[in-house]
């Protein structure tokens, strides 16, 4: 009896499962979970590669089932996509989503276990579960951009999660004011396949600089002379301000080129944008926070490199 030998994976296989993933997207969420760390942390690296796999399987769990989900949609609207096009069978795509799912909870708990700080597994399974509810119930609600900044709030606190301390106020506004830009950047995505309305842009945008504005406030949570040296605080927070001031002006100038001409194409080049900014803004916020962690928003900013990189093959949005 001859035992055949397994087929090879079809032209194009690789591809089709690295579009599933939206895979440029996961270092958006990397830098999240690297800012909350080093935001927190000068102890326990030896729990932070766990920290990003955790937020990357989450995250990864996210893109893949919103594909599943919205099957009936993209068959319509975007048929060339990995499932509708027939390149990624439906129950193979749903046994990814769920497998990422459990990998990036059993991470997190597995960082409670090393630390004795539950939070871990408990943002963990939190962000798990609004992954899930976002997909399936609420991202065509009023309350789906709220469950994605959660989302995002969530696993920027995940990589806060393993701090030895309480947290305190400045730690709830940085995620806080993450989120909520992510809220702006849902609503700017919202429609992102087909003419979009200007005055849901216009208040895209505006919620989106809100968000920057309430991450810039940190300082104002917390003794500034913990941040930086005293003869240097005021002249420390002018720049910070400034540099955030920049950002927000740049990443605001992109989204009024999509307002004023909301054509998909212009849309989706301000969401892919939006997305990475987050990248330069998590680094600015991680350099500000201690001198010392100018490396690490380096680090950060690097994140930047593979993500635009990819994303010159692999749809982002």
Same mark, same amino acid.
């Given at each position: 009896?001859?035992?055949?030998?397994?087929?090879?994976?079809?032209?194009?296989?690789?591809?089709?499962?690295?579009?599933?993933?939206?895979?440029?997207?996961?270092?958006?969420?990397? @830098?999240?979970? +690297? !800012?909350?760390?080093?935001?927190?942390?000068?102890?326990?690296?030896?729990? %932070?590669?766990? $920290? #990003?796999? =955790?937020?990357?399987?989450?995250?990864?769990?996210?893109?893949?089932?919103?594909?599943?989900?919205?099957?009936?949609?993209?068959?319509?609207?975007?048929?060339?996509?990995?499932?509708?096009?027939?390149?990624?069978?439906?129950?193979?795509?749903?046994?990814?989503?769920?497998?990422?799912?459990?990998?990036?909870?059993?991470?997190?708990? @597995?960082?409670? +276990? !090393?630390?004795?700080?539950?939070?871990?597994?408990?943002?963990?399974?939190? %962000?798990?579960? $609004? #992954?899930? =509810?976002?997909?399936?119930?609420?991202?065509?609600?009023?309350?789906?951009?709220?469950?994605?900044?959660?989302?995002?709030?969530?696993?920027?606190?995940?990589?806060?999660?393993?701090?030895?301390?309480?947290?305190?106020?400045?730690?709830?506004?940085?995620?806080?004011g993450l989120g909520l830009y992510i809220v702006g950047v849902t609503l700017l995505a919202r429609r992102e396949a087909a003419a979009s309305s200007q005055t849901q842009l216009a208040t895209a945008t505006v919620v989106m600089m809100a968000g920057i504005a309430l991450a810039a406030s940190y300082p104002n949570?917390?003794?500034?002379?913990?941040?930086?040296?005293?003869?240097?605080?005021?002249t420390s927070f002018s720049r910070w301000q400034q540099l955030m001031g920049l950002l927000g002006a740049l990443i605001g100038w992109r989204c009024l080129r999509a307002v004023f001409d909301p054509t998909p194409k212009h849309v989706q080049v301000a969401v892919k944008n939006s997305l990475l900014s987050l990248?330069?803004?998590?680094?600015?916020?991680?350099?500000?926070?201690?001198?010392?962690?100018?490396?690490?928003?380096?680090?950060?900013?690097?994140?930047?490199?593979?993500?635009?990189?990819?994303?010159?093959?692999?749809?982002?949005?």
């Amino acid at each position: 009896m001859t035992i055949p030998l397994p087929k090879n994976p079809p032209p194009g296989a690789l591809r089709a499962h690295l579009e599933l993933l939206r895979l440029p997207n996961v270092f958006t969420a990397m @830098a999240d979970v +690297l !800012l909350g760390f080093w935001f927190t942390h000068s102890e326990r690296t030896d729990v %932070l590669l766990l $920290l #990003v796999a =955790a937020s990357s399987s989450l995250y990864l769990a996210g893109m893949v089932l919103n594909d599943v989900c919205d099957l009936a949609q993209d068959t319509a609207e975007r048929p060339g996509r990995p499932i509708p096009s027939g390149r990624i069978s439906l129950s193979r795509a749903r046994g990814i989503g769920w497998t990422l799912l459990v990998i990036g909870v059993a991470l997190g708990w @597995a960082v409670s +276990l !090393l630390t004795g700080e539950v939070r871990s597994g408990m943002v963990a399974s939190a %962000l798990a579960s $609004l #992954v899930f =509810a976002y997909d399936a119930v609420l991202k065509r609600t009023p309350l789906g951009p709220l469950a994605m900044g959660g989302c995002r709030m969530l696993n920027v606190l995940l990589g806060m999660s393993a701090f030895g301390g309480a947290w305190q106020s400045y730690h709830l506004v940085v995620a806080g004011g993450l989120g909520l830009y992510i809220v702006g950047v849902t609503l700017l995505a919202r429609r992102e396949a087909a003419a979009s309305s200007q005055t849901q842009l216009a208040t895209a945008t505006v919620v989106m600089m809100a968000g920057i504005a309430l991450a810039a406030s940190y300082p104002n949570w917390v003794n500034r002379t913990a941040l930086h040296g005293a003869g240097e605080i005021e002249t420390s927070f002018s720049r910070w301000q400034q540099l955030m001031g920049l950002l927000g002006a740049l990443i605001g100038w992109r989204c009024l080129r999509a307002v004023f001409d909301p054509t998909p194409k212009h849309v989706q080049v301000a969401v892919k944008n939006s997305l990475l900014s987050l990248v330069i803004l998590d680094a600015a916020i991680c350099t500000h926070a201690r001198d010392e962690n100018v490396i690490y928003a380096v680090i950060i900013a690097a994140l930047l490199v593979p993500a635009m990189f990819l994303g010159r093959w692999f749809y982002s949005t």
